[in-house]
């Protein structure tokens, strides 16, 4: 019998995940985990579809209602269809995923009353979507959760919530250290998949030969340090002086590397992660004087992303404290967050200190 030689065969996410099943003291859970990927890895696909045919199939733009988000931001056409296609891939994930949150939902949602809900899903579905009609980079943002004990922090929003929302307000409200994988799509020049579950980080690229991702970046580490910083800079005049001498000092060389840094800035987080990741480097949207919390959202924005990086050797700050150690007040609550290689978030976190 000539068995298959599985070597000429390219790893696939599905084979990598069967595989980490396999060889993990805990198969069940990362069997479980095995499902997820599969239905998010599926809606992944699609939107990577959506998202390179939008020009064609007319879903640039924003939504002919002209909707709103609960953030108040105008949902694009592509933020609607893409929270519909991840929403409705994961109700069909084996069963074990009970609650949804997500940027393009008010509140937190059950999968469906079948769900026996051992996880909670969290999920930017389309981030960066204001740069759809200008061709530039965007990605799908995911944290998962493990169902947590359904009481809520004390300090929690609630708000006039009926009990089955408070809830799965409950499961969602958890730190991010508390999560138990996470990951972005990226839609860009090629799509990819980079996704932990809490054993280092694994970049997957979709082949479209074959419609698998393949992994392509086994075990990514994130450089020590970098020679990119990556700010909006049209803030700078609102940020906090130490952080302005710090920005200061990597454009002259005067910091610990003694050279001068480049500024990059694609104003769409998962691209601007991925490079971070990839080339090292710090990325950043801190407080400032008009946005205290920053921009960007704690649930499922900095705490996936904090998770990856920290995985992949980095650090990740709101500024003052670690940003997996944050536990959520409401679903959509903003943290400013600065991330990227140890030695440069450490360069700026010992600069705060000095500052005390
Ligand atoms: P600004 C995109 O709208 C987004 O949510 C993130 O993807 C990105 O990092 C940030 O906002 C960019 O915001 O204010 O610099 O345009």
Not at 66 to 72: D, L
Not at 175 to 198: E, I, Q, R
Request: hydrophobic share 35%.
């Amino acid at each position: 019998q000539q068995f298959v030689d599985m070597e000429e065969s390219p790893m696939t996410l599905t084979r990598f995940m069967i595989q980490e099943a396999v060889e993990s003291l805990d198969s069940e859970h990362l069997q479980d985990m095995q499902n997820l990927m599969a239905s998010i890895q599926m809606a992944c696909k699609k939107i990577s579809s959506l998202v390179s045919r939008a020009g064609i199939s007319n879903l640039t733009g924003y939504e002919d209602s002209g909707s709103v988000n609960i953030q108040g931001e105008e949902q694009k056409k592509l933020d609607v269809l893409s929270n519909d296609v991840l929403k409705h891939a994961l109700k069909w994930q084996g069963g074990k995923l009970g609650i949804i949150a997500s940027e393009e939902e008010d509140e937190p949602v059950m999968v469906d009353e079948m769900a026996s809900g051992n996880y909670i899903a969290v999920f930017d579905p389309l981030d960066g979507s204001s740069n759809i009609d200008a061709g530039i980079a965007t990605g799908t943002i995911f944290g998962i959760f493990a169902e947590s004990s359904s009481c809520l922090p004390s300090d929690v929003d609630g708000g006039d919530l009926d009990d089955a929302t408070l809830s799965c307000l409950a499961n969602t409200m958890q730190p991010g250290s508390s999560l138990v994988a996470a990951g972005y799509c990226m839609y860009s020049s090629s799509c990819m998949m980079v996704l932990t579950t809490g054993d280092g980080v694994n970049g997957f690229t979709l082949d479209p030969q074959i419609g698998e991702f393949v992994l392509t970046h086994p075990k990514i580490t994130i450089p020590s340090r970098g020679k990119i910083y990556s700010f909006n800079e049209a803030n700078e005049p609102a940020w906090d002086p130490v952080l302005r001498e710090y920005i200061s000092n990597l454009k002259t060389g005067n910091n610990q590397s003694g050279n001068a840094y480049s500024s990059r800035y694609i104003g769409s987080m998962v691209a601007d992660v991925h490079r971070t990741l990839m080339y090292g480097g710090i990325f950043g949207y801190p407080a400032d004087k008009k946005n205290p919390n920053g921009k960007l959202r704690l649930l499922y924005e900095c705490a996936p992303m904090s998770f990856l990086v920290e995985q992949a050797g980095g650090m990740s700050t709101t500024g003052s404290e670690r940003v997996l150690d944050v536990i959520p007040k409401a679903v959509h609550q903003r943290l400013p967050l600065i991330l990227g290689s140890s030695d440069d978030v450490q360069e700026l976190l010992d600069m705060y200190a000095a500052k005390k």
